[in-house]
């Protein structure tokens, strides 16, 4: 597999939570990513602050864990 630019992994799932993971290769472990980070904003606005709160926490971590992603496949 090529080596993928972690920058550009990290953007991407700065702006769009857990698609970062799916430049990286995984594309299932990315979109299920999304779709998570999608529902808890959608809470978040529509039922209680405290799924934005949580929003947040989940976001931070689909950045770290599309790090170690694109270090996996680059062998780092």
């Known amino acids: 597999m090529a080596e993928k630019n972690m920058i550009i992994a990290l953007i991407i799932s ?5 698609l970062g993971i799916a430049y990286a290769g995984d594309v299932k472990k990315g979109l299920i990513f999304f779709a998570i980070g ?9 039922v209680h602050m ?19 992603e694109v270090n996996a496949v680059n062998g780092v």
């Open 38 to 46: 999608v529902v808890l904003n959608i809470l978040g606005i529509w």
């Open 50 to 68: 405290a799924f934005s709160i949580i929003s947040i926490i989940f976001w931070i971590y689909a950045l770290y864990v599309t790090y170690q």
């Open 14 to 18: 700065f702006i769009f939570t857990g």
